[in-house]
């Protein structure tokens, strides 16, 4: 399936590159209403807890796309396990041995991961904007969004690395007035330890959400498609 907006090969409900919800192809025969949808709204974007409106902001897409494009690789953990198999004789491989110990140890209950938790003075909005951006920027596949009335929960892949193997973050963004709250958590399954890999995770996090992070002050509400 590819991406009706940026035209990206994904899977699965929202587009990994633009945040854009997927349709399948009988989908976008029966309707195109759907990606061309007007927002009738009083309420500035800056201010709306809508995810899907919020992704439809040129402004917003335009910077998802350029950091997403522009966002380190990073060597997973399996991939440094090949190596060391190359160099350490074993009669398992370590690769195959996590590929089996990981799912395991975390049917167990095993898994580490931290939170955050914090009011950042910046409207609903720009806040979810400003999160997906952080994503991008970090190359944390964004996976779906899960939306409620005052705000929405952002679910994204945390890759695996030299540090740990893969989890996942969420991202819960509440609406609070003129401000939101943030509440951010890590989890990655099948390991006591990350190394750190969460708390830097969350701190780049939360500071790209402080300083509203490649968002240009009082865009205009002209700018929602």
Not at 74 to 88: C, H, P, Q
Not at 168 to 178: D, F, K, N, R, Y
Request: a negative charge; charged letters at 20%; one cysteine or more.
């Amino acid at each position: 399936m590819y991406c009706s907006e940026c035209g990206t090969r994904a899977s699965g409900k929202f587009c990994h590159k633009c945040g854009s919800r997927l349709h399948s192809p009988e989908q976008q025969q029966d309707s195109v209403v759907d990606t061309d949808v007007e927002w009738e709204s009083d309420v500035p974007w800056e201010h709306d807890p809508r995810y899907e409106r919020i992704v439809r902001v040129e402004a917003v897409r335009s910077a998802i796309t350029r950091h997403s494009a522009a966002a380190p690789k990073g060597i997973s953990g399996e991939a440094i396990l090949e190596v060391y198999d190359k160099i350490v004789a074993s009669p398992i491989p370590l690769a195959t041995l996590a590929a089996v110990v990981q799912p395991l140890y975390a049917s167990w209950g095993i898994r580490t991961g931290k939170e955050r938790s914090e009011v950042v003075d910046m409207p609903i909005g720009r806040t979810i904007a400003v999160a997906l951006i952080s994503l991008a920027k970090h190359g944390l596949p964004f996976q779906d969004a899960q939306q409620s009335d005052s705000g929405c929960q952002l679910n994204a892949e945390l890759p695996s690395s030299i540090c740990a193997l893969k989890g996942s973050l969420s991202i819960t963004l509440i609406q609070q007035g003129q401000k939101t709250t943030v509440h951010a958590a890590t989890t990655i399954p099948g390991q006591m330890y990350d190394w750190g890999k969460s708390d830097r995770c969350l701190d780049q996090l939360l500071s790209d959400i402080r300083s509203g992070h490649d968002l240009p002050p009082g865009i205009s509400q002209r700018s929602a498609a």
